[in-house]
């Protein structure tokens, strides 16, 4: 059984930077693409970046492009979320999610497995 644990979440000042992590257990994490999901009070749960089974294919959703970066670790079985010039809009509790199969690879629905998920508040 596949598990997720995201670390990494806190306070930080707008314009500031913070990385956020995240360690599957229980299977092989190469073997899995990755995402990352928030959700806002009140919000949807929206789309963040993902990337595929190597790292060799990248998607990140329009407001966060040039702000953040999603990498992996295989050897290290986790994901990585650095945010950067971040702005108030931008707190949200922060899901990593895994999948052995996707299509666009922006789509909840599409990930089997999600971590509990991490607060990250940026304050004005």
């Known amino acids: 059984q596949v598990q997720l644990e995201e670390s990494g979440g806190g306070l930080v000042q707008a314009g500031g930077s913070l990385r956020v992590s995240c360690a599957l257990s229980?299977?092989?994490?190469?073997?899995?693409?990755m995402a990352w999901f928030r959700q806002a009070p009140g919000k949807v749960r929206e789309f963040v970046a993902a990337?595929?089974?190597?790292?060799?294919?990248?998607y990140y959703a329009d407001s966060v492009k040039g702000r953040f970066t999603i990498s992996r670790d295989n050897a290290k079985s986790t994901l990585y979320l650095q945010m950067s010039s971040l702005k108030p809009e931008d707190t949200a509790v922060y899901y990593c999610?895994?999948?052995?199969?996707?299509?666009?690879?922006?789509?909840?629905?599409?990930?089997?497995?999600w971590g509990q998920g991490t607060q990250v508040t940026v304050s004005s």
């Open positions: 229980g299977r092989t994490f190469s073997d899995y693409a």
């Open positions: 999610a895994a999948s052995r199969v996707v299509g666009s690879m922006s789509a909840a629905y599409e990930y089997d497995y």
């Open positions: 990337i595929s089974w190597i790292g060799g294919t990248i």
